[in-house]
């Protein structure tokens, strides 16, 4: 999304785009033109940034738990079938959002049912 700031004799507007303002006339000029900086906010008319991306590739996330967190859960998915709905759960993401309520509540079912510690994904989490 481009966003055009412009500038009035009265303050500074705000258009959304897919292309810039083109044939401005009179009275307006292009204060800025920007692409994806941040979230625009209307009480200050300012861009404020944008929230840290939560969104990692898949095969991040299995880097992240490593082999033994790993193989605890697979074990554990043998003989528990809301574990082994977790592990379908996440084969079938694209891109896995640290911060997507499913994926927090499966993994708490982890630390609740003492598959893994708090520590352990506290660890998973922290990228």
Request: glycine share 8%; charged share 20%; proline share 3%.
């Amino acid at each position: 999304m481009i966003y055009n700031l412009i500038e009035t004799a009265t303050g500074r507007n705000t258009s959304q785009s897919s292309v810039p303002i083109e044939n401005i006339k009179a009275g307006f000029h292009v204060i800025e033109t920007a692409d994806n900086i941040g979230i625009w906010n209307e009480a200050t008319l300012q861009f404020d940034p944008t929230p840290e991306n939560k969104r990692i590739v898949k095969s991040t996330f299995y880097k992240n738990i490593g082999i033994g967190l790993f193989g605890k859960v697979v074990a554990a998915s043998k003989s528990d079938v809301e574990i082994e709905i977790l592990l379908e759960y996440i084969k079938g993401l694209d891109t896995v959002n640290l911060e997507d309520p499913e994926l927090l509540y499966g993994l708490n079912l982890l630390v609740s049912k003492g598959v893994w510690t708090q520590a352990e994904m506290d660890g998973v989490l922290s990228v």
